[in-house]
């Protein structure tokens, strides 16, 4: 999948203690670390709905929460594009 071709439609983070704004810039700046992240072409693949459940550390600070996310998603999705 090219980069062109790769879309978040829905990105729903679960982080307690954040405001809604809080949670919105949160979930904009992962979107941008992931389509920054993935590989620049890889085989055409319709991945479909993916449920991604992922712990961060406890104690990790809010200004690492953004890469961390993005980190494990980025893995998680390269993972299921090479063994769906």
Known sequence: MAL???RI???VLRVPGLTVDEA???A???ARRVAERLPA???PL???ALDLRITVPRGTPRSELAATLATQIVERV???ARNP
């Open 4 to 6: 062109d071709d790769f």
């Open 41 to 43: 072409a890889t085989r």
């Open 46 to 48: 319709h991945l479909g």
């Open 78 to 80: 390269s993972a299921y």
């Open 28 to 30: 904009a700046d992962v």
């Open 9 to 11: 439609e829905e990105l």
């Open 24 to 26: 919105r810039r949160l």
